[in-house]
């Protein structure tokens, strides 16, 4: 699996599919439900993920930018999935209507200037074009702000000749349980909606695809769900682990007590020992607080990440572990017993910050579904 990388994520499509049904399955059958592919699909790869959750039934993809939409856009049209609608959820900044337009990209628009720019090239090419107005509610981020909002309020003509698919907000805490701004938004969204009336709306990320259903509205977006871990890194067996990663083992060695071990010689040797240096790093996305306290799985056993962690290497004590233990040659880095928000803890961050900086060097091995 390794083939001429010294490690690889395997990366289980069918996985994805079956968290997004699952994430389906929470609301009302007349609620769609979006998919988060941005960023790379959260570092797993856009395309395939996509590509996977097109041919399971999924018809709206969020990614950020342009960039990320053409190509997403180019990929669904060569596997043969042109119907989905992808969107920008930066917006169409100047210079991008006319690229938006041509390969089938609905923006969503974030203020009154993105809004004039795209409804003028719907006049211009005499189409009514497709977007989705965002309303901030509380994240003080994208959004038309308040006095946008009034505004538009007052004069809906402004967005005459465009097809608005669906009016939107994002929540600011979702996934904390009981937070008062998490009401507010709803009520502040519900009133909001009552000024668009017919227009169908959409509030829930992750977090809120997770809350009742009155957060559902017509469309939930989930992002991290989808790929197996929750919004709060709360433990959960309703979702499926998506990715394992497995690496080389570039060398085993003996070591005597006292010996230190990699830069600075933070880790102190107690006694006679057996290392194994493991192909991977920083470089690769595996962060650098993880030394120290991350597990690693060799065959069905587990060992310690000791020493700093190295731009291409990491070091592990498998001094417990048989040489019979080590014939697969490879270590798995995430795995059952240490899934991707265990690692997030380690590193003193969230399990996003953990799949999203995954480097480019790990090869993609994907299981379909």
């Not at 470089?283 to 310690?304: E, S």
Request: with cysteine; hydrophobic share 40%.
């Amino acid at each position: 699996m390794l083939g001429h990388a010294d490690s690889c994520l395997c990366i289980d499509l069918g996985a994805i599919v079956a968290n997004w049904r699952y994430i389906d399955s929470l609301s009302a059958p007349s609620t769609v439900t979006a998919a988060m592919v941005k960023a790379n699909g959260y570092g797993l790869g856009a395309a395939a993920v996509a590509g996977a959750l097109a041919a399971a039934g999924c018809g709206e993809f969020f990614v950020a930018s342009l960039d990320e939409a053409i190509a997403l856009r180019q990929h669904l049209d060569e596997v043969g999935h042109p119907e989905p609608h992808i969107m920008t959820l930066h917006g169409c900044h100047i210079g991008q209507e006319e690229a938006h337009a041509q390969h089938r990209i609905t923006p969503v628009l974030n203020d009154l200037e993105q809004l004039t720019r795209w409804r003028l090239l719907s006049q211009k090419i005499a189409e009514k074009l497709p977007a989705l107005l965002h309303f901030d509610t509380g994240m003080t981020r994208l959004g038309f702000d308040p006095d946008q909002t009034d505004w538009l309020i007052q004069n809906k003509a402004a967005y005459d000749g465009l097809v608005v698919r669906y009016i939107m907000s994002h929540l600011v805490s979702g996934e904390v349980i009981g937070a008062p701004i998490t009401t507010q938004q709803l009520a502040a969204f519900n009133e909001l909606r009552s000024w668009f009336a017919g227009v169908p709306a959409s509030l829930a990320n992750s977090a809120g695809s997770l809350l009742p259903t009155p957060y559902h509205f017509q469309m939930t977006r989930p992002g991290i769900a989808l790929y197996g871990a929750h919004p709060a890194d709360c433990p959960t067996d309703k979702l499926q682990p998506v990715v394992r990663w497995h690496a080389r083992i570039m060398q085993l060695r003996r070591a005597k007590a006292g010996d230190r071990v990699g830069y600075g010689g933070t880790h102190l040797l107690t006694r006679e020992s057996k290392i194994a240096t493991i192909g991977v790093g920083y470089a690769d996305g595996y962060d650098r607080q993880l030394g120290g306290k991350a597990i690693v799985q060799i065959g069905d056993k587990h060992a310690p990440v000791i020493g700093r962690v190295s731009m291409d290497s990491i070091t592990v004590d498998v001094t417990d572990l048989a040489d019979g233990d080590l014939v697969s040659g490879t270590a798995d880095l995430l795995h059952a017993g240490y899934d991707v928000p265990r690692m997030a803890a380690d590193a003193n961050t969230i399990s996003y910050e953990v799949l999203t900086r995954l480097g480019a060097r790990p090869a993609r091995h994907y299981l379909k579904p």
